[in-house]
C-alpha cells in the first residue's frame, strides 16, 4: 500500500469513528426524548463530519485516480465528476 494511501486510510477510519460515536449519541438522545433543536444539532454534526469523511475520499481520488484517468481516459474522469457534481448538488 503507497504511504498516501495509508495516511488516507487511517484519515477515514478516525473519521469513521467519530461519526459511529455520534450516531450512538443520537440514538441515546432520541431515547432520552430530549429536545428537538438538540437532536437537530446532532444530526448536523453527523452530517457535517460525513462531509469531512467525503473530503478526504474526495481528495484522494482527484490525486490519485482522475490525474491518471485524464492521461489515459478523459472521458470517463469527466463523466464521473460531473456525475458526482450533480449527486452533490441535488
Not at 5 to 28: C, E, F, M, P, T
Not at 62 to 86: G, M
Request: hydrophobic share 35%; proline share 1%; net charge positive.
Amino acid at each position: 500500500m503507497k504511504p498516501h494511501y495509508a495516511d488516507v486510510k487511517v484519515k477515514s477510519q478516525k473519521r469513521l469513528n467519530i461519526i459511529k460515536g455520534q450516531l450512538d449519541g443520537l440514538g441515546k438522545m432520541i431515547g432520552n426524548d430530549e429536545y428537538c433543536i438538540d437532536l437537530l444539532n446532532q444530526s448536523l454534526a453527523i452530517q457535517n463530519s460525513l462531509k469531512s469523511l467525503d473530503a478526504v475520499l474526495f481528495e484522494r481520488h482527484l490525486k490519485t485516480h482522475v490525474s491518471h484517468q485524464f492521461k489515459n481516459q478523459e472521458e470517463k474522469a469527466a463523466s464521473e465528476l460531473v456525475d458526482l457534481f450533480k449527486r452533490v448538488n441535488k
